[in-house]
C-alpha cells in the first residue's frame, strides 16, 4: 500500500505543470516581465479608481483663477506635478487622458479581435470558394494606405467622438487578426478531432466554438495583449498628430502634442514629459508580459 501511494506521490511530482501553474512559473522565472505585471496593475488601478476619490473634472477646467496658474512647476501648490498653459492640473489631465487612450486601446482590440478571429476561423475552417474571397478581401485592406485613410476620415467627418475613432481605426485593424488566425485554424481543422465531430453530426459552429478557438487560446491571449499595447501607441499618435481625438478631450497623444514649441520642450517639460514616460512605461510592460505569456503557451521556449 506504502509503495502504490509512493508512485502516485512520485507521478504527481513528474506531472508537468498545466494551466495557470505554468503562467505562474513563467512569471516567476522572468523576473522583469513579474515587475511589469505589479508596476501596470499598480498604474491601471491608479488610473481606473482615483477618479472615484477625486474631482479631476474640476481640476481640468480652464477657469479665470486657473490662468493665473499658467505653466505652474510641479510641486506648486494645488499642483504635484505642474499646470499648462491654461492653468489645468498635469496630473488630473494625465489620468483622464490615459482613461481615454486606455479605453480607445481596448475597444480598438476587443473590435478587430471579435472580427478578425470570426473570419479568419471561418475561412480557415470552410476553405475553398470562402476562403479565397475572404482572403482576397483582407489583401485589398491590407493594401491600403490606412494611416492616411484614417487621417482622411477624421478629417471629413465634422462631429466624431471616442466611438467613431474606434470604428475608423477597427475598419482596417481586423485583417491581421484575421490572417493569423485562418492560418493556425487551417492546421486544426485537418485534425482527427474536427474529423470525428463532423462523423458524429456537430453542427459547424460548435465545432469551431467549442473545439478550434480553445485550442487557439494561447495564441488568442498573447495577440490579445500584444495587439492592446499597439492600439494605445496608434490612437497616441493620431492625437500626437492631431487627428485623434477632438480637440479639447485629453489624451496622451494630446498632452505630448504640448510639446510643440522651443520654450515648452525645453523650460516646461513637465508639461509633455509624464504623459511621455507613461505611455513607454506601459507599453513596455504589456510587451513583457505579453512575451511572457507566449513562452508560457510554448514549451520549447518556456524558461522553467
Given at each position: 500500500m506504502s509503495n502504490t501511494t509512493t508512485q502516485e506521490q512520485e507521478q504527481q511530482v513528474s506531472l508537468p505543470p498545466l494551466g495557470f501553474e505554468v503562467i505562474k512559473r513563467e512569471f516567476i522565472k522572468d523576473k522583469g516581465a513579474l515587475f511589469a505585471l505589479f508596476l501596470l496593475v499598480a498604474i491601471l488601478s491608479f488610473i481606473l479608481f482615483s477618479p472615484f476619490f477625486v474631482?479631476?473634472?474640476?481640476?481640468?477646467?480652464?477657469?479665470?483663477?486657473?490662468?493665473?496658474?499658467?505653466?505652474?512647476?510641479?510641486?506648486?501648490?494645488?499642483?504635484?506635478l505642474g499646470a499648462d498653459d491654461g492653468g489645468r492640473d498635469i496630473l488630473a489631465l494625465l489620468v483622464i487622458g490615459a482613461r481615454n487612450s486606455l479605453f480607445i486601446g481596448w475597444s480598438v482590440t476587443i473590435i478587430t479581435a471579435i472580427v478578425g478571429i470570426t473570419v479568419?476561423?471561418?475561412?480557415?475552417?470552410?476553405?475553398?470558394?470562402f476562403d479565397d474571397?475572404?482572403?482576397?478581401?483582407?489583401?485589398?485592406?491590407?493594401?491600403?494606405?490606412?494611416?492616411?485613410?484614417?487621417?482622411?476620415?477624421?478629417?471629413?467627418i465634422r462631429k466624431y467622438d471616442h466611438w467613431t475613432l474606434i470604428w475608423v481605426i477597427s475598419a482596417f485593424g481586423w485583417t491581421y487578426n484575421a490572417r493569423l488566425f485562418r492560418t493556425a485554424t487551417l492546421s486544426e481543422a485537418s485534425k482527427d478531432y474536427v474529423s470525428a465531430s463532423k462523423t458524429m453530426g456537430t453542427y459547424d459552429w460548435k465545432i469551431m466554438l467549442l473545439g478550434v478557438l480553445p485550442n487557439l487560446s494561447s495564441l488568442l491571449v498573447t495577440n490579445l495583449i500584444l495587439?492592446?499595447?499597439?492600439n494605445i501607441a496608434l490612437e497616441t499618435g493620431l492625437s500626437f498628430l492631431g487627428f485623434g481625438l477632438p480637440t479639447g478631450t485629453p489624451s496622451l497623444g494630446t498632452l505630448i502634442s504640448a510639446a510643440s514649441s522651443p520654450d515648452v520642450i525645453k523650460n516646461k517639460i513637465w508639461v509633455w514629459l509624464p504623459a511621455t514616460l507613461l505611455v513607454l512605461i506601459m507599453t513596455l510592460c504589456?510587451?513583457?508580459?505579453g512575451q511572457a505569456l507566449k513562452r508560457a503557451a510554448n514549451a520549447k521556449q518556456r524558461l522553467g
Open positions: 474631482d479631476f473634472d474640476a481640476l481640468t477646467k480652464v477657469t479665470p483663477m486657473s490662468i493665473f496658474n499658467k505653466y505652474a512647476p510641479p510641486g506648486t501648490e494645488g499642483y504635484f479568419g476561423i471561418m475561412s480557415g475552417y470552410y476553405g475553398g470558394i474571397i475572404m482572403m482576397r478581401i483582407v489583401d485589398f485592406i491590407r493594401i491600403l494606405p490606412q494611416l492616411v485613410i484614417i487621417i482622411v476620415l477624421t478629417t471629413i495587439a492592446f499595447a499597439g504589456i510587451s513583457y508580459i
